[in-house]
């Protein structure tokens, strides 16, 4: 069981350029979850998906962040138009089944860097 | 809203000695309780989790930790600390039941042990 899989590591982008972040869940897991880390408001829920369907998007800034899963097997997070305040680590995690009260299993995370 | 605080940004101990880190949660209805670990550069690592039953719950590499409902708190403990427990610790809570399992974590404790 390799754990949850996030691609790249590190990215960075200039401002204003797209970015595309990926995430492998591990398998079996019916839930994916997206967060954002960052020095100044820690931890911050940002959308999540059960089997594929996404249900709670109530963290995704409104304007140029975007969440996909069109397979069981990875998610992404896609931000348009990237500004310096979206410079954080973004963490995926998965979890066996929510409805039994499985912890989430967090992937390496993510450095998005907007210069 | 739940809300989660960890009143000590920073906590340093001398190794060998003993360790509480402190949370405390605001919610409503049951909550179910987790302290994570965050080692430089990597994703959190689940410590331990509180869902049901006694109280105490003991986790990972010696980390127990206890609910106290009348307190709202879930405080973390470790009878003697190593150098490897150096680390950002994060405790978390979720919705018991329903439909939403996002996690509303604290800003975290950075915990230092000294030689």
């Known amino acids: 069981n390799a754990g949850v899989i996030q691609t790249p590591r590190h990215k960075v982008t200039g401002k204003g350029q797209e970015a595309t972040l990926w995430c492998e869940p591990i398998?079996?897991?019916?839930?994916v979850f997206w967060y954002r880390q960052t020095i100044v408001q820690g931890l911050e829920f940002l959308t999540y998906?059960?089997?594929?369907?996404?249900?709670?998007d109530s963290g995704m800034p409104k304007e140029r962040f975007s969440a996909q899963m069109p397979n069981q097997s990875h998610s992404t997070l896609k931000i348009q138009s990237t500004q310096p305040q979206d410079s954080a680590v973004y963490l995926c995690?998965?979890?066996?089944?929510?409805?039994?009260?499985?912890?989430?299993?967090f992937g390496p995370g993510t450095r998005l860097t907007v210069l | 809203a739940q809300s989660v605080t960890q009143p000590d940004a920073r906590v340093t101990v001398s190794e060998g000695a003993s360790l509480q880190l402190r949370c405390k949660y605001s919610?409503?209805?049951?909550?179910?309780l987790f302290w994570y670990v965050q080692y430089p550069r990597q994703g959190l690592q689940l410590l331990l989790k509180?869902?049901?039953?006694?109280?105490v719950v003991q986790g990972v590499n010696g980390f127990e930790a206890e609910f106290i409902k009348s307190n709202s708190s879930f405080h973390l403990r470790k009878a003697s600390v190593h150098w490897s427990d150096s680390a950002v610790y994060f405790c978390?809570?979720?919705?018991?039941?329903?439909?939403?399992?996002?996690?509303?974590f604290g800003k975290g404790t950075l915990l230092t042990v000294t030689p």
């Open positions: 509180y869902y049901s039953g006694d109280p």
């Open positions: 998906f059960r089997n594929q369907a996404p249900i709670d």
């Open positions: 398998s079996g897991h019916s839930a």
């Open positions: 978390a809570v979720r919705l018991w039941g329903g439909s939403n399992y996002k996690l509303t």
């Open positions: 995690a998965s979890s066996l089944d929510e409805l039994g009260g499985h912890e989430q299993y």
């Open positions: 919610y409503s209805g049951t909550p179910y």
